[in-house]
């Protein structure tokens, strides 16, 4: 069974930092962009963050550019997401998810397989 398990997510002051990783299991996703999503309450999910199977090409939100860093680990099938300089508005649900093809697209449907997600909560 093909899995992604997202970990990394709690509550944290704003200005601090958190890790998120998002670790594949039942099969292999080479070849394949890897994203990161985020849902807050009443909001639809929205893309985060996305790289390629090489890590050359990257896709960032502007409202995480300077403060998130996407990279992975493809010998270890895990992505991660440095998060830094938290801002209350980061608060959400993210979700890591494979994509179909190996472009970094910020597009949902591009995307077909999907983590339960990790909570991010960032107090003021």
């Known amino acids: 069974q093909v899995q992604l398990v997202e970990s990394g997510g709690g509550l944290v002051q704003a200005g601090g930092s958190l890790r998120l990783s998002c670790a594949g299991s039942?099969?292999?996703?080479?070849?394949?962009?890897l994203g990161w999503f985020r849902q807050a309450p009443g909001r639809e999910r929205e893309i985060v963050a996305a790289?390629?199977?090489?890590?050359?090409?990257?896709y960032y939100a502007d409202s995480v550019k300077g403060r998130f860093t996407i990279s992975r680990d493809n010998a270890k099938d895990t992505m991660y997401l440095q998060m830094n300089s938290l801002k209350p508005e980061d608060t959400a649900v993210y979700y890591c998810a494979a994509g179909t093809t190996d472009w970094p697209t910020p597009i949902l449907s591009d995307y077909d397989y999907w983590g339960q997600g990790t909570q991010v909560t960032v107090s003021s």
């Open positions: 790289i390629s199977w090489t890590g050359i090409s990257t």
């Open positions: 039942g099969r292999t996703f080479r070849g394949r962009a």
